[in-house]
């Protein structure tokens, strides 16, 4: 079932077996292409191999798919920021630290938007 497929990639990228975790992931969402678990769990891997430019779409589905997930919306920014889309990066950080205010990396993202928004501008640019 798509649990045991997620359960499987995720026990395997924790083992770096990247690619036998990503044939786990497509397998999942060959069966049910609107399963954000497994978006998101294969952005991480694209992101985690600086596979940005393929990581990119996956989180952006995980977000659509998964509205209220901190680590959707969190590593989406990151991502976004990293690239340095700075304004784009923006939402998703702020949405991330709404939905869990108390995460133990509320701190460092609430240090990110402030930089990032110090570089964007006064008009959020």
């Known amino acids: 079932d798509l649990n045991t497929m997620l ?4 026990v395997l990228a924790r ?3 990247y690619d036998e975790a990503l044939f786990w992931l497509e397998r999942a969402l060959a069966r ?3 399963f954000g ?3 998101l769990e294969r952005a ?3 992101y985690q191999q600086q596979l940005l430019d393929r990581a990119r779409p996956a989180f952006d589905r995980a977000c659509q798919l998964m509205p209220s997930s901190f680590e959707a919306h ?3 920014g990151k991502l976004l920021a990293t690239q340095g889309f700075g304004a ?3 939402p998703y950080l702020e949405r991330a630290l709404a939905i869990d205010p108390a995460s133990p990396k509320s701190a460092e993202l609430q240090l990110e938007i ?3 928004k110090a570089q964007s501008g006064p008009d959020g640019r």
Do not use: H
């Open 37 to 39: 678990p497994a978006w």
């Open 74 to 76: 969190y590593w989406f």
């Open 7 to 10: 359960f499987s990639a995720i």
């Open 114 to 116: 402030e930089r990032l």
């Open 32 to 34: 049910d292409g609107n």
């Open 15 to 17: 083992q770096s077996r």
């Open 44 to 46: 991480k891997i694209l």
């Open 88 to 90: 784009e990066a923006l």
